[in-house]
């Protein structure tokens, strides 16, 4: 089981609390489909991703950057028992959507980054860690179900 | 190794130009974060007295680093030769384990975020991760 510093705790929830998932969730999957292209492999569905600029004016890639942070809402709500909490989503990551766990890594990166872009000097070295710990959480919860 | 295209030199180039004079507070502040958000990487810093952030050796260090990446913006077009010696540095003297020049750059991307957030666009973004993953291989060519 995870321990988790009141530190660590509040940081988590702090930031969350701030984030405007509309805004940080779009510019996140935009970043990682730009940032890293091989996962447009998974969106083959949602239109124009032929350059950066229709991937970040992409209303379909908006939409689901706000589904992912509502998915790590979830996460913030139960930080004691993200496994339990994520195990459906993992069964439908590996069995119906058949995404690459290492897909995982690489968004968690770019969130990392949006998110660092708009708290600024708050976004410190001890935040950075217990934000990154929060994610490699995420991140393994989310990889757990795959065979 | 990997083709940067003219484009990605010109795109780091021109954002280093906006770098250039922050070398020491970009490079100490990417350091500091390693070394809090990857623990591990102490390990390699034993001999510093003081590893807190913004201390002495944390900063002449970062800046030391940060100017080894401003050498290697100067030789985007031959990496592998630009970096040869500091490539036999990390190798033969250093010996740092290839895997920390990923969690670098990452620190390195996350302060540049913080500190140019409107210039840090996702194409920005991905040419400079691209160069820091070639100025990474350069940097190991010597290791084997």
């Known amino acids: 089981m995870v321990v988790w510093t009141d530190f660590e705790r509040a940081t988590i929830t702090d930031i969350f609390s701030k984030l405007d998932y509309e ?21 083959g569905n949602f239109g124009n991703l032929y350059n950066a600029a229709a991937i ?3 209303p379909m890639i908006a939409k689901h950057g706000t589904t992912i942070l509502h998915g790590l809402d979830r996460a913030v709500k139960n930080m004691d028992n993200i496994k339990a909490t994520y195990a459906e989503l993992s069964v439908l990551h590996s069995e119906k959507l058949h995404v690459d766990p290492d897909n995982f ?31 490699a959480v995420v991140v393994s919860a989310l990889g757990r179900q795959y065979h | ?14 954002f ?25 990487t102490k390990t ?39 970096l040869l010696t500091l490539s036999e540095l990390h190798a033969f003297t250093l010996r740092v384990d290839p ?12 302060v540049l975020s913080i500190k140019f957030p409107n210039d840090f666009t996702p ?9 820091l993953a070639a100025l990474s291989r350069a940097l190991s060519e010597k290791y084997r």
């Open chain 2, 44 to 82: 390699y810093f034993s001999h510093w007295k003081d590893l807190s952030p913004g201390s002495a050796p944390v900063n002449k260090h970062g800046k030391t680093v940060m100017l080894g990446v401003g050498q290697a913006v100067a030789c985007i077009d031959d990496l592998n030769a630009g």
């Open chain 2, 16 to 40: 280093w130009a906006k770098v250039a004079d922050k070398v020491e507070e970009v490079g100490s502040d990417a350091l500091s974060r390693m070394l809090a958000v990857y623990p591990q």
């Open chain 1, 105 to 135: 890594k690489l968004l968690s990166d770019c969130l990392t980054i949006v998110v660092a872009a708009q708290l600024g000097k708050a976004f410190t070295g001890e935040v950075q860690a217990a934000f990154q710990k929060f994610l």
């Open chain 2, 1 to 14: 190794m990997t083709c940067l295209s003219a484009k990605d030199k010109d795109t780091v180039k021109v």
């Open chain 2, 123 to 131: 194409e920005v973004h991905v040419s400079l991760d691209k160069f």
């Open chain 2, 99 to 110: 895997a920390n020049f990923k969690i670098l750059s990452h620190c390195l991307l996350v």
């Open chain 1, 23 to 43: 805004a940080v969730g779009g510019a996140t999957l935009a970043r990682c489909l730009i940032v890293y292209p091989w996962t447009q492999r998974y969106f």
């Open chain 1, 56 to 58: 970040l004016g992409n």
